[in-house]
């Protein structure tokens, strides 16, 4: 079971509530940083894990690392084998983090018990109109719920800037992310661009 840290009556949370998931206690407001706990019984043997999402700007020596291994990931499995180094070097150079800085969007870090362990991207595409993109999760942090609270996290970041709508698109091989993102609510759609590697469409009402 999902479980919480107490948290401060700082964001309008009746202070007599109980909290049995994570998003119970997530602040809906763009603040300087964000905290998630995820505690199961095997991780109770083995020791508490912690989860720390937070906005860092895009030319952050993290950001830039986490990026190259997202690529890495990506690139890998649409060519079926190790990416070259100049396959990724043009990779990166057609995906570029524009618009991933406020006031136009946010690009959030996740850290499992302070390492990098993953990250994602919000911009806004018109009012009330939000992008999530770069949405990655390290191999070694996978399975423990940080997939679900980054996505999570994007939302809030995403209403935080004027959205009431999100939306992404995805490869067809990436059957994980998909799965995911249909878990928590998002619908396939009718494509929205004309990108050359979105092969689905996914969108989700965030009121």
């Known amino acids: 079971m999902d479980t919480v840290t107490p948290c401060e009556n700082t964001h309008g949370i009746p202070a007599n509530r109980s909290f049995t998931r994570v998003s119970d206690c997530?602040?809906?407001?763009?603040?300087p940083q964000w905290t998630r706990k995820r505690l199961d019984s095997a991780e109770t043997m083995a020791g508490m894990t912690m989860w720390t999402i937070t906005p860092a700007p895009i030319d952050d020596?993290?950001?830039?690392?986490?990026?190259?291994?997202?690529?890495v990931e990506i690139a890998s499995r649409y060519y079926g084998r190790p990416v070259?180094?100049?396959e990724l070097e043009a990779?990166?150079?057609?995906?570029?983090?524009?618009?991933?800085?406020?006031?136009?969007?946010?690009?959030?870090l996740a850290r499992n018990n302070g390492k990098i362990a993953g990250c994602v991207g919000v911009r806004v595409v018109t009012p009330g109109l939000a992008e999530l993109t770069k949405m990655?999760?390290?191999?070694?942090?996978?399975?423990?719920?940080?997939?679900?609270?980054l996505l999570a996290a994007a939302e809030d970041a995403a209403r935080?800037?004027?959205?009431?709508t999100i939306r992404l698109d995805t490869r067809s091989d990436l059957t994980e992310a998909r799965a995911m993102y249909a878990r928590h609510g998002y619908t396939e759609t009718p494509p929205h661009n004309a990108d050359q590697y979105a092969e689905h469409w996914f969108r989700k009402s965030l009121i």
């Open 160 to 164: 935080a800037l004027g959205a009431t």
């Open 84 to 86: 070259t180094d100049d």
């Open 91 to 108: 990779s990166l150079a057609v995906a570029p983090l524009t618009g991933l800085e406020p006031p136009t969007g946010v690009f959030l």
């Open 26 to 31: 997530w602040p809906r407001t763009h603040g």
């Open 61 to 71: 020596i993290d950001v830039t690392l986490v990026m190259r291994d997202y690529m």
């Open 136 to 149: 990655f999760v390290q191999p070694h942090s996978r399975r423990e719920g940080g997939g679900s609270q």
